[in-house]
Nanobody
């Protein structure tokens, strides 16, 4: 059973940076596709970034392109989300997600099989 544990959330001011980490276990080989999602109060969960096969390709939501960067360290079984130039609208619960097979490595939550518990990111002015 794949397990995901996020860390690194917190409170920052606009324009600052924050890095989220997600430690994963349960894969017998490299995780095929992993992603970050977020959900703000009263809003639907949305895909933020995805990474295929440890970095062969990455995908980003338009709202975070150029500011966020997803990466994966297979040796440490850890997924990262580097968030720069944070905005008020980035405030949300951030979830790490992973797929069982990686056939469609995008930003739709229906493509993902495993989810972490979430890490809160709060951006204030």
């Amino acid at each position: 059973q794949v397990q995901l544990v996020e860390s690194g959330g917190g409170s920052v001011q606009t324009g600052e940076s924050l890095t989220l980490s997600c430690t994963y276990s349960g894969y017998t080989s490299r995780a095929p596709c992993m992603g970050w999602f977020r959900q703000a109060p009263g809003k639907r969960r949305e895909g933020v970034a995805a990474i295929y096969a440890g970095g062969v390709s990455t995908h980003y939501a338009d709202s975070v392109k150029g500011r966020f960067s997803i990466s994966q360290d297979n040796a440490k079984n850890t997924l990262y989300l580097q968030m720069n130039t944070l905005k008020l609208e980035d405030t949300a619960m951030y979830y790490c997600a992973a797929q069982a097979d990686g056939n469609e490595c995008g930003l739709r939550k229906s493509e993902y099989n495993y989810w972490g518990q979430g890490a809160q990111v709060t951006v204030s002015s």
